[in-house]
């Protein structure tokens, strides 16, 4: 039960302030840890968090610490910082990629001290704590990537991603959660800012429609996260790059010979596949 | 005025029908040609149009025939019809390419028939009369395209695109009206359809968020419609795809190469960029 637990997170940014404001509405107290003296005294005046400190030793009698700090950040916060744990303490996070930040978590936390990698897919193209928002976890997926790990932590993370309203709960293993990520959201986020950077094009936001607006949406990104996200999933990202920039090559083959033909097969496909995302719909 | 005018629609499909319920909802009175009896007798019925005929020779009494026929077809139909023209008509079109189309219907129509060249970008994925709507003309941008064209031509192209609810009504020379599309319509339109034929990756349906399902909405697609575009606008078109796909190859090197800084740059300008194309949102 995580009422009877000591919980600590860590950065309350937007994803950070969301799970604050979260677990407060459900009746869970946490206490917060960041380095922005301002964000901890809203969160605090707000009732988000019982007790916020910029020190990293407050963690020391915490049952349960959630990092929420960007990926390079959250792993240089351990290794520099882990003699704060106590025995029997439970890490958990809301990395986007996992195998290079498993790797790298596992390898500096001291023994006694347990890992359960986690994944909230919740859409934040704002950041900082005036963002944060509880509700942005309805119907979200939330995916728990475990590895060797008790069944105390699987039934923590569980309960996490229950008491935050969760829609959708799912375990994968590290390679297919980052190749899943690779295709879903890096390889989507690549392509829309792609298609702004291409060339300067904004004389024509006259004559934009849903479409261009729709896919380039994500265009509007948080320049700190994703290249850190890019980087530390770059062997399926390049992949993906490669397999879809030669499809468009593919395709435009297909119009420089007029191979009507082959090109309705292509739309026929796609209309399929793409039927198909819109029946997941939750 | 229109509604001193004989006036003929070329096909009852999407497009065509819903021309004919909104100028009938203004009491602008339409006939309609179709190969396809039971659209005529349902547009009969419904009271959008008030004579419907499968016989080209039905314009031969028409002020302003207005064809929605797919561009070969409209091509084609203009080559094999145009005897059947009265002097002083006038033509348009819904077509979305414009350099093509505008060079083979000038080249056959007969002397005294005026072409005026129109694109309204109105969304449609769904074909056939049955989708027919007026409303979705709301809002929407309507391009003339004039070359030679009268005051009479041009006044009545504006008059279609108020009476239809056009929310914003543009000239454009061909080229600039063919760029714009290659880029914002089919560049974008290979893209979400590249995204969905990359891979059978419909097994990651149950992670898909909104980004995803954004992105690739319009790979839902008129297979039979857009490879006619594609081609009527080649040149254009194969040169938006390799801008593109060699600005996602510039994309991969920097995340190969770790490059944090000129991917920060990158997505600072896609960010900025794309805000603007927010701003101009009707």
Redesign the interface.
Known sequence: MLKNKKITILGLGVLGGSYAKGLHKAGVAVSAIDIDEDALQTALSNGWITEGDTDPAMIKDSDIVISCLYPHAFVKWIAENKQYFKKGALLTDVTGVKRAVMERVNAALPDGVEYIACHP?A?RESRGLAYADENCFTN??F?IVPEHNSQYALDTAYEIAHILGFG?I?ELTPEEHDR?VG???Q????????????????D?????????????????????L???L??LN?DY??K??????????V??KL??D?D?AA?????????R?????????G
Chains 1, 2 share one sequence.
Not at 187 to 202: G, K, P, Q, Y
Not at 263 to 271: N, P, V
Request: without cysteine; charged residues 25%.
């Open positions: 897919m859409g979200a997926n995916i959708n799912v899943m295709f879903l959201s390889l989507t986020h690549v392509i829309a800012v792609s298609l702004m950077n291409v060339a300067d094009n904004t024509l936001a006259d004559y934009t429609g849903d479409s261009f607006r729709d896919l380039t949406r994500i265009a509007n990104i948080n320049e700190l994703w290249p850190e890019f980087v770059k990202l390049m993906e790059i490669d397999a879809f920039t030669e499809e468009m090559q395709f435009k119009i420089a007029e009507y090109m309705q097969e292509k739309l026929r496909i796609s209309t596949r793409r039927a198909y995302f819109n029946k997941k719909k």
